[in-house]
């Protein structure tokens, strides 16, 4: 990719394009929407032992959702993410997907993605065609997140709410694919409780995937039959 054409979309579309990535050792990942929506249904059934980690709180869960948006660039699928800004209360600076809590207005989570996905990003809902979701996760601010998977048009006009969000980006599917760019790693969250085991990828454009939206990520190659 050239750089004027870089300069272009990043002026153009509020979006920095992909890094050009070299031979990876990955599994196949050409997958039509029709075959990705056909093994997300396949998914293995929530095990909630394996999705839990000790509570912080006796509170109840806050029901959450996030989408998780698929786009392709040059025939590869890619999934867009969004760094926080350093401002906000929870998870700030952080990579993540656009989403949120669950309002009492919303009828589902994917409701819930979708008005996150509009307020965060301007993903518009018509222009996101939903594929399906992956197990709901807990994260230690006591959300119990929903991850809904759908694709997006690509090129696509970003808008960002400059309060929450700082910059998005893609990652390849292919790259995320490749299990020498992930670790897990311990991280001590309390130190009431011993270290929690958590997902790290390798920095990938200056970006460090982790903690729940790498397990999320995690989850979307297991379902798509793309990891162990």
Request: net charge negative.
């Amino acid at each position: 990719m050239t750089t004027q054409l870089y300069t272009d979309l990043k002026e153009a579309y509020n979006f920095e394009p992909p890094l050009a990535t070299g031979e990876m050792s990955i599994p196949n990942t050409h997958l039509s929407e029709e075959e990705i929506s056909n093994r997300l249904r396949e998914k293995p059934k929530q095990d909630d032992e394996e999705l839990s980690h000790p509570r912080l709180t006796t509170e109840p869960a806050r029901p959450a959702a996030v989408l998780v948006p698929l786009l392709r660039f040059d025939r590869e699928w890619h999934i867009l993410f969004t760094r926080r800004t350093e401002t906000l209360p929870e998870h700030s600076g952080q990579v993540a997907f656009p989403g949120g809590r669950c309002d009492p207005s919303d009828k589902n989570s994917e409701e819930t993605a979708l008005r996150e996905a509009y307020e965060e990003i301007r993903i518009h809902p018509q222009d996101v065609k939903i594929l399906g979701r992956l197990r709901t996760r807990l994260t230690t601010s006591n959300y119990l997140v929903t991850p809904i998977v759908g694709v997006i048009p690509q090129p696509y006009k970003f808008s960002l709410a400059n309060e929450e969000v700082s910059r998005v980006f893609t990652i390849p599917l292919a790259w995320l694919a490749d299990p020498t760019n992930r670790e897990v790693r311990p991280r001590i969250i309390s130190p009431r409780l011993k270290p929690l085991p958590v997902i790290y990828f390798k920095p990938y454009g200056g970006e460090v995937l982790w903690g729940v939206s790498a397990q999320i990520v995690v989850d979307l190659l297991k379902a798509l039959k793309l990891s162990e």
